[in-house]
């Protein structure tokens, strides 16, 4: 997780930092995970972005909204670039 949010931070310029909060953690804590291994079994789904550009779009997109733009039109936008990405129709 901190690899994660550190990649995100730089990626959207910021550098506040954070704190893992000690103590308990939640009980659904040992279950969360970051994982397409199911999407790829069953539906036999691959990405096509590698970890840094999935960050990349994710924090322009983010940058983008908090600017004002549009949330729908950002992601349409984004679509598009991708399907152009993937050579996709």
Request: glycine share 8%.
């Amino acid at each position: 997780m901190r690899e994660l949010v550190e990649a995100m931070q730089l990626a959207l310029g910021e550098q506040r930092g954070w704190v893992q909060e000690l103590g308990v953690l939640q009980k659904e804590m040992p279950a969360l995970a970051l994982s397409c291994a199911k999407a790829e079994k069953v539906l036999g789904w691959r990405s096509l972005l590698d970890a840094g550009q999935t960050i990349d779009w994710t924090a322009a997109w983010f940058r983008s909204h908090a600017a004002g733009a549009d949330a729908r039109a950002i992601s349409l936008a984004q679509i598009a670039r991708y399907m152009a990405h993937t050579n996709g129709p």
